[in-house]
Antibody, heavy 118, light 108 residues
């Protein structure tokens, strides 16, 4: 059974850093495309980042230069390193698997809340 | 970047109604479109991919159509469990990928 479990969210001050983790089971992270999507309170979904199986990474303009997506193959875990956090980064962050053929996000984690506030 | 515009932003409907949601891309995306359903406090759930392919386990009352810039999600006979917010997402091969702003389906 495919499962994705995020962790690492919490309260952080503006300008601070946080690293989110997404532990996967039932499939191999490194063989798949993996993505992060966020949702600010009461708002819609916003795509954040993706890492392809070959290692290429892409980011939304809103986080480019501040966030870094990576993976640990032996731990079968996806990460999102978030630096220089701003109030507008406050959101629930979801990790999701992107199907390699049509790139749809077919499995999602339950989400982890990041709050940026002083 | 490709922008996705959904309409309407909300719709009130009754159980048994046919509901149609549209999504327009700012440039052609062939069939690189997915639809998701989200209920409050829950992660999104994939309904449709490749514009018209039904995800495994999703009821057949959900259907998708379109290609290029104009797409439609149809719920043929609305059920109580279908009251939720629906999002389209373009997944053109080269990121960034983008979501529509969402359509809330409410009980009339």
């Amino acid at each position: 059974e495919v499962q994705l479990v995020e962790s690492g969210g919490g309260l952080v001050q503006p300008g601070g850093s946080l690293r989110l983790s997404c532990a996967a089971s039932g499939f191999t992270v490194s063989s798949n495309y993996m993505s992060w999507v966020r949702q600010a309170p009461g708002k819609g979904l916003e795509w954040v980042s993706v890492i392809y199986s070959g290692g290429s990474t892409y980011y939304a303009d809103s986080v480019k230069g501040r966030f870094t997506i990576s993976r640990h193959n032996s731990k079968n875990t996806l990460y999102l390193q978030m630096n220089s956090l701003r109030a507008e980064d406050t959101a629930v962050y979801y990790c999701a698997r992107a199907n390699k053929r049509w790139l749809q996000l077919d499995y999602w984690g339950q989400g982890t809340l990041v709050t940026v506030s002083s | 970047d490709i922008q996705m515009t959904q309409s309407p932003s909300s719709v009130s409907a009754s159980v048994g109604d046919r509901v149609t949601i549209t999504c327009r891309a700012s440039q052609g995306i062939s069939s690189w479109l997915a639809w998701y359903q989200q209920k409050p406090g829950k992660a999104p759930k994939l309904l449709i991919y490749a514009a018209s392919s039904l995800q495994s386990g999703v009821p057949s009352r959900f259907s998708g159509s379109g290609s290029g810039t104009d797409f439609t999600l149809t719920i043929s006979s609305l059920q109580p469990e279908d009251f939720a917010t629906y999002y389209c997402q373009q997944a053109n091969s080269f990121p960034p990928w983008t979501f529509g702003q969402g359509t809330k389906v409410e009980i009339k």
